[in-house]
């Protein structure tokens, strides 16, 4: 079996190759938080959610994915100042991958929506955050997916493999773009809280 599966955005301009996107390599979950729900509120892409409110992820590291057209369309944002860093395309507003916002810590979760070969992701492993589920959601995997996640962190840290990466400068440590924190008003309607009163 080929691992190999292409990321697209949902028009076509940015394209990334993942290695490995199998279920050995990756953690297959459901994301129920407020935060990924805001999110794609945000990109008005909200019809990505599915009926309880959740995010489909493939979690990998970075090192798996490599760009291969129309970076230039690549942006990233953060719901709040400290919020981690949600990586999106300018040109269709599509949801790339949520990174924290360091390359130090190598950890990419990838919109799963967006990559071909969707059958060699394998099964969903974990659901995480199902609180904010719209509806009763059983949440199981968190810890497994998080033990794995660490793990891999740790070899990528040992084995300088977290210097690759598609989304940082290594040298400076800094993201490729700069990182846009939303206003008050856009933060409010991305969690649908309702207008101030003028
Ligand atoms: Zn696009
Ligand atoms: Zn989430």
Known sequence: MAHQTTLTCQCGAFEAQVAKADPKHGNHLICYCTDCQAYLHHLDKAD?????????????MPDQIT??????????????PKGI????????????????????FPFA????????????????????????ALNPVDGFGLSKVMRRTMRRVFW?????RWKK?????????????????????ERA??????????
């Open 109 to 132: 979760g990838l919109a799963a929506d967006n990559l071909s070969a969707q059958d060699g992701l394998g099964p969903i492993v974990a659901k995480v955050n199902e609180k904010d």
């Open 189 to 198: 309607a991305a969690y649908g809280q309702p207008d101030m009163p003028s």
């Open 67 to 80: 760009a291969t057209k129309g970076l230039e369309n690549l942006a990233v944002l953060r719901l709040k």
């Open 85 to 104: 860093y949600r990586w999106y395309t300018t040109c269709c507003q599509t949801p790339i991958a949520n990174t924290l916002g360091t390359p130090k």
């Open 165 to 185: 990466t598609p989304f940082f400068d290594v040298s400076s440590k800094k993201a490729i773009v700069k990182p846009y924190v939303l206003s008050e008003a």
């Open 156 to 160: 990528a840290k040992l084995t300088g």
């Open 48 to 60: 990505l959610l599915d009926e309880n409110g959740g995010s489909r992820i493939f979690q990998v």
